[in-house]
Each structure stands twice: as C-alpha cells, then as structure tokens.
C-alpha cells in the first residue's frame, strides 16, 4: 500500500519563501508528483520528480530523495494567488496516490 | 492548449438513481482516469484505463459502477443505483504515452449531489 504524509496547512507571508515537505512510503514508485488545488477546482501540474536531485521551473521547485521516501516543494516570492492546497502524489504502475495536501495560506 | 473537459459541472440526483459523468480527454491521450474527492478530503483514485479496458481499480470501485470509452473521444463513468456517500467531486484525468509515469492531467470536474 501507499503512505504519504504533508503538513495540513502551513502559513507564510508574500515575497516569502516556503517549503513544503512530504513523506512517503510506498508497494511501488513510478515518480513523485506536485500539484496545486484551488478550493471547489481541479488539481493542476506544478512538478514531476522521478530521479534525486531539485528540479526547478520558474518560483517552484522540487526535490526528491527515493532512498530517504522523501521530497519537498519549495515556493519563492510568494504571491497572494499561491494561496492554496498542495497535494504530492506518488506514482505506481497506472495510479496516482494523493496525499491529503497541505494547505498555505499567503498573507499580505 | 489542449484540456480535459467534463460535463455536467454539477449533477444533483436521488439516491438509487443511476448517473453518467463525461468527460473528454485530451485528444492524443491513450491512458485516462477516473478519480473522486469527497469535500474536505483527498483525491483518491478509482479506475485507470487503457487500450479499451480497465488496467487497474481500487476498492471503491465496486459492482455499481463502470467505465466505457464509447466512441473515440467520450470517456464515461456510470454509478448504477447511487448512494448518499457518492456525493464528491469527480474528477478525469488523462496522460499521454511515457515510459516513466508520465503526468497526467485532470479535468474541472463534476460535483455529484445525492439527496
């Protein structure tokens, strides 16, 4: 089975930087996922790790250590519209496994 | 840029009701995916689906529901005789062709209302 575990909910103020952590434990890995959820709105892409290391795409980036079941979502220059639930995901063979996503509240 | 759409956005219905959610992949997508989030809650898988047939399921996908790609570009899940607990958001997700995973990508959904 899958275990992923975010913190619930985290706070920050704009032009700040955050980093969000998940921890996982998991029957099969096929790649960690990110993704960002408005309320009431689908999930969309931010970031797809399958190797260790960071990979970066503009204020977001992401890391990944398979050995330690461990990656984080890092946010730079933190906006008001970064506001929102961040769900990791982990990859099997055809399914995505969510974890229960970490909301962030960004305040001026 | 190419996205999944789904229809209706909402759907109230009466429990024992069946209903058909639709959604409409991305079109050079081979692999598609039905999943639910219950409000306050996680999104949790439900089905996969490639070359015609389910790959995988998970355990809330019982006997009262299914899934069907009826001509090419229509991907339909089919709740039987709904239940209260039904009531969620559901979400499809397609994904292109990708040796490692590959991401997949959701539609807005459609929120189910049983009474």
């Known amino acids: 089975g899958q275990n992923i575990d975010q913190p619930t909910e985290m706070t920050a103020t704009e032009g700040a930087i955050v980093q969000i952590n998940c921890t996982y434990q998991t029957s099969g890995f096929n790649g960690l996922f990110w993704y960002q959820q408005h309320a009431g709105e689908a999930p969309t892409f931010l970031s797809y790790?399958?190797?260790?290391g960071l990979e970066e795409k503009g204020r977001f980036s992401s890391f990944l250590s398979r050995s330690k079941g461990y990656s984080y979502l890092l946010l730079k220059e933190l906006q008001m519209k970064d506001s929102a639930s961040y769900l990791c995901a982990v990859a099997g063979y055809s399914t995505l496994t969510f974890g229960k996503g970490t909301m962030l509240l960004v305040s001026p | 840029e190419p996205e999944v759409t789904q229809t209706p956005s909402h759907q109230v219905t009466q429990m024992g009701q069946e209903v058909i959610l639709r959604c409409v992949p991305i079109?050079?997508?081979?692999?598609f995916y039905w999943y639910r989030q219950i409000l306050g809650q996680k999104v949790e898988f439900l089905v996969s689906?490639?070359?015609?047939?389910?790959?995988?399921k998970s355990e809330i996908f019982d006997d009262q529901f299914s899934v069907e790609r009826p001509d090419g570009s229509n991907f339909t899940l089919k709740i039987r005789s709904t239940k209260l607990e039904d009531s969620a958001m559901y979400f499809c997700?397609?994904?292109?062709?990708?040796?490692?995973?590959?991401?997949?990508?959701f539609g807005p959904g459609t929120r189910l209302l049983v009474l």
């Open positions: 079109s050079n997508h081979l692999y």
């Open positions: 689906f490639y070359n015609n047939e389910i790959s995988e």
């Open positions: 790790n399958v190797l260790d």
């Open positions: 997700a397609s994904r292109g062709y990708s040796r490692n995973g590959g991401t997949q990508y």
